[in-house]
Structures are given as structure tokens and as C-alpha cells.
């Protein structure tokens, strides 16, 4: 039996047919919220995040387990009737199941929500697409990378001249999941005062589309689409990355008091009334020159110097950190966002935190990643099967056990 959670969603139980990233970003968050997340995996191979070939840890690969870990996992061919049989009758007793398919191909295997439904009217169905179930785009396939594109993000991303480049992280994924979390949630409450289940539909177009708020602002406002500006801001000046003697900070000069406070500190008050940059509208129009006139004065001094002189001005201000120096930062490891993990083959892992904190429910990082198939037989004697037939079924290719 699983462990007795104690997060805020405890005693939820979560059915996750997704996989990659998307889908398994929600159920991870779930997880972590205390919801007794089943990764189903198809046969054979498993989620295809298990092929991502580099970088493995003792085989494993690294990407699988980062999204993977607090969960149970099982597998199952969902193409032979038996194994749709058993997840049917899973099914029974979830509250949500996740997928990321083409639209159609769960129907097309007879697990369609409108047959899962009929099995457990109060099942919350979570569908995460490239383009929504919805429009002409319904039943086209999605990758982060092609929702960026779509969504407009690499024409506003990079630096000005450039050619389209997409985020540096996979934001459509990322977002799809966390609104998949919201979804689930929201339809959760709902069931939780009607008893019913509903479909959760969204997408990576979506996800990539909700985070350009301030272009689409602009666009609207003026019917001109805003191109990209580097790591300035497209509304307000100074606000961007800075080089400095050892590296680079971000200054947020997102006001006019704060950017008072910058001329101080950087000991040229009479930018102040200088009028190529008294206000935010001067500032953004000559911003060339803004940041020509900062840079002569911030290489000057280390980055550390520079930190330490905007912080006692009351300036935000931050360093631009690598991946490791983020990881390694106290304050990263003071929030708890760094876990240590033991794989029963990877060995000692490291993983991302959840980055929700409750006061009277706190979230919990126990489990590793599973092996492909480690938790089948414990599910489905959870579910009624005896041991002869679940040994039965994984004869019949229907399932399979890790050993």
C-alpha cells in the first residue's frame, strides 16, 4: 500500500497516461501536494522521456527522473483488451486521469472520456494538446518548441536584429502543466461539492500564448506586434541584465523612484533631470544611450559590489546566476527547492523542490522516479487482482512487472 500522505491534496488519486514533460510537470505537482499520482506507462518502452539518452545517471535517464519522482508507476499495453481492462477498472476509483495524446487515439483504443465517464461519472478527465480538443487545429500534435513559435514568443525573444530563438526553457511545457494543475484543481473543488467529473482542456499554444500579457497589451493598443528587446524590459527602462567587472547583474529600475535611487548609486545624480532619461517615456526612447551611460559605470566595480551598493539603496538587483550557482544559492537551499533522493538504480539523485509551501499541510518528497513496471503488482493488488492473475496477465504481455 502507498504511503499515508500528508499535502493538501491528500486522498486524491491520480491516473497520469502523459508523458515527456507537459503532463508529467502536473502530475508531479500533485504529487507533491500529497495526491496519490499512478504513472501508467504504455508498452513497450515506457515514456518516451525514458529514451532521452543524455544525460543518464547509472543508465537512468536524467530528465525521467527529475519529472518522474514521487510517484508510483506501472505498465501497461493498452492495445491488448486485458490491459485496457485494467485500467478500467483503475478507473473506477480515481478521481483524475492526465493525458497528452493526439486527439482521438484514447478513443481510438475504446478509452475515451465519454466511456471512462460511464465507468466513474465523478472522474476529472485532464487533457493537455498541442492546440486545445477544440478549433482547426484540434487534431494536430504539439511540441514546446512548435507553441512557441506559433504563440509568437520567438518573435519577441533574443536580442533586437536577431533571428528567432525560443526560450531557453521549455515554458510551453512547463506552463501547460501548471495549468493543467489549476484545472485539475478548480474541477476538483467542483467535484467535491457536486460529485461530478468534467473534462480539463488546455494546451501548449495556450500556455505559451498566456505568457505574452504585456505584448499582447501592446499589440492591442496599437495594432503593431512588439519585436524582441534582449533582457529589456518592452515597457520600462532600466530594466535588464548589466555587465560588470566579473559578470552580469539585472536591475529592476521599474519606477521612477528606483531609478532615482539608481542615478545616486551610480554617482551621476543629474541623470535625474538629464532629459533624454528623466522619465520612463524618455528612458525608453533613448535607451541605447541609457544603457551605454550605465554600462561605462558598472564595469568599473565587481558584481558583488554592485549587489551589495543597489541593495543598500533599496534597488532590486540580482545577480544573473548559471544553473549551478542558482542551485547551489543559500536561498535556493533555504526554500527547500534542492531534495535528495535514493534510486533503487540511479543511486543517490538529486531533484527540483516543489515550490509551494503550505503551513498546515506541507508537501513531501519520498519517492524516487519509478522503474518502468515497479509498482505494477502492488497497484493491482490494491485494485482486487490476485497474484495469479496479475502473473497471468504480465504471461500475456497485457502488463509488466519491473524485476
Known sequence: MTESKTGPLAGMRVLELAQIMAGPTAGMMLADMGADVIKVEKLPGGDDARGYQEPRVNGISAPFLILNRNKRGIAL???HPRGRDVLLRLVRDADVLTENYRLGTLEKLGLGYDVLAQVNPGLI??????????????DKG????I???FAGLMSITGEPGGPPAKTGNSVADINAGILAVVGICAAYAHKLKTGRGQVVDTSLMEAALQQTYWHAAIYFATGESPGPT????VLTAPYQAFRTKDGWINIGGANQANWERIAEVLGHPEWRDDPRFRTNSDRMRNLEALVAAMNAVLVTRTRAQWIEA????GVPVGPVHSIGEALAHPQTQARGMVVDLVHPQAGPTK???CPLHFSDTPTSIERPAPLLGEHTREVLREHGYSDEQIDALAAEGAIEIAR
Open 230 to 233: 534582449g533582457s529589456a524590459h
Open 147 to 149: 507553441a512557441q513559435g
Open 310 to 313: 543597489f541593495d543598500a539603496a
Open 142 to 145: 504539439g511540441f514546446d518548441l
Open 351 to 353: 531533484a527540483l523542490g
Open 125 to 138: 478527465y485532464c487533457a493537455v494538446s498541442g492546440y486545445g480538443r477544440t478549433g482547426p487545429y484540434a
Open 77 to 79: 499495453n493498452l492495445k
